[in-house]
C-alpha cells in the first residue's frame, strides 16, 4: 500500500490513538489489515468475548481526513468466504 504499518501506526498516534505491536484481548479495539486469515479469522467469525472491528488502513486514512470516527463497516477486511459476504452483512450493516 502507499503507507507502512509504522506510518499508519504513526498517523494514529498523531491523532490520539494508541497502538500496539501486539494483541492485547482486553485493551485492542481494532486491527488494522488489509485482509484476516487462519486463527484470526476464525476467532472473529465464531468466538465470543469482546467486539473487535478489523478494517483497512483506509478507514485510518478517510478518517483522519474527514476528521471524525468513521463508521467501520465500511472499511471491514474481514471476508466470510463461505458465504461471499462480509461480516459486516452477517450484521445486518453492509453497504
Known amino acids: 500500500g502507499k503507507y507502512s504499518a ?3 501506526a504513526k498517523l494514529l498516534q498523531l491523532h490520539g490513538g ?5 494483541f492485547g ?7 488494522i489489515c488489509v485482509n484476516v486469515s487462519g486463527n484470526k479469522k476464525n476467532q472473529a467469525l465464531h468466538g465470543g468475548g469482546k467486539r473487535l472491528f478489523y478494517v483497512t488502513p483506509e ?3 478517510k478518517s483522519i481526513e474527514e476528521g ?7 472499511f471491514c477486511s474481514l471476508k466470510d468466504r463461505t458465504v461471499g ?3 459486516a452483512d452477517m450484521f445486518g450493516k453492509g453497504g
Not at 18 to 22: A, D, I
Not at 68 to 74: A, G, I, N, V, Y
Open 68 to 74: 471524525t470516527r468513521l463508521p467501520e463497516h465500511k
Open 25 to 31: 484481548k482486553t485493551t485492542c479495539t481494532h486491527q
Open 59 to 61: 478507514w485510518v486514512l
Open 85 to 87: 459476504k462480509s461480516v
Open 6 to 8: 509504522f506510518h499508519i
Open 18 to 22: 494508541n497502538t500496539s505491536w501486539t
